[in-house]
């Protein structure tokens, strides 16, 4: 916390709920907070520094890195493209499908229906 923060800025909402839900839950855990936000800033500091930890945590393990073999890569990535182009091409197969069904259903229910009365 920087010295050009007042003292009520460590009260944000989040500390206040914080504070409050640990005295509900176990008296200990609520002095723990208190303390936590008396000696050393608002909670919500420590929520925002543990979500950015999370997100590069997760974020580094989610980066494609290569193999190191240009050869293997340049095939992983044909390959990885060539899927793709197959999958879209069965989506489309499945669409017709989907639609040729609802076309015979259709059909089958203008046929079996009763002729409107006049």
């Known amino acids: ?27 200990p855990l609520g002095l723990s907070v208190l303390a936590y936000v008396l000696w050393a800033g608002p909670v919500d500091i420590l929520a925002d520094d ?5 997100r590069e945590a997760f974020g580094a393990r989610n980066t494609p890195k290569g193999s190191g ?10 390959t990885l493209k060539r899927l793709e182009a197959e999958q879209a091409e069965f989506a489309e197969h499945l669409q017709r499908l989907r639609e040729s069904r609802d076309r015979e259903e259709f059909e089958r229910f203008m046929a079996e229906r009763k002729p409107p009365q006049s």
């Open 1 to 27: 916390m920087t010295s050009s923060q007042s003292r009520h800025g460590r009260w944000t909402p989040l500390s206040i709920l914080a504070v409050v839900a640990g005295f509900i839950v176990w008296w």
């Open 50 to 54: 543990g979500a950015r930890r999370l």
């Open 69 to 78: 073999n240009a050869a293997f890569d340049a095939y992983k990535a044909e």
